[in-house]
């Protein structure tokens, strides 16, 4: 995780932008944030459908609010930095992928919300069946997390290919 927070505060595109004494660390925080919390969805939803699965979800339950505190704040102070103007929301094409992807992002913060708020307290009290739902809202959860990430990887090869066009067309 660390190799690859450092990796991406080294050479994406908000890393560079200024201040990078604030984009720098804010892209670090949030690649392993993310890593983090995306990398622990598959296991844990693998463990919820099996038994005597109440500790690990104990573990992961007492520190996943900090890590998505951190991913909120720094994917906030990123946003923040990137579309200074917020009608660049809907008139760029960054903008337009932002946008999308905080709507996925708060529909996906709402699910996990419903994890730990109602299907947790289930798992913990040993619930019938209270782990699959569990394990099938982690799936759901992953899925999002794919659209977010195929998301933000079209915009990336849009904008190169754009880019390329622009620079073959002159």
Not at 16 to 30: I, K, S
Not at 47 to 72: C, N, Q, Y
Not at 107 to 122: K, Q, V
């Amino acid at each position: 995780m660390t190799i690859a927070g450092v990796s991406l505060a080294l050479s994406r595109h908000a890393s560079t932008a200024v201040p990078q004494w604030l984009t720098r660390p804010a892209v670090f925080v949030h690649t392993i944030s993310v890593l983090f919390w995306v990398g622990s969805l598959a296991p844990l939803a693998i463990i919820m459908r099996g038994e005597a699965h109440e500790d690990v979800l104990a573990r992961f339950s007492k520190i996943i609010p900090w890590v998505v505190a951190a991913l909120v704040v720094s994917g906030l102070v990123l946003a923040i930095i990137q579309v200074a103007d917020p009608a660049a929301l809907i008139s760029t094409s960054y903008g337009r992928v932002l946008a999308a992807k905080l709507a996925l992002v708060a529909f996906i913060l709402t699910l996990a919300a419903w994890n730990r708020l109602r299907l947790t307290p289930g798992v913990m009290s040993r619930a019938p069946r209270a782990g699959q739902k569990l394990a099938r809202s982690i799936v759901a959860e992953t899925a999002g997390v794919l659209v977010i990430l195929g998301l933000v990887a079209g915009w990336r090869f849009h904008a190169a290919m754009w880019a390329w066009h622009k620079s073959t067309s002159c």
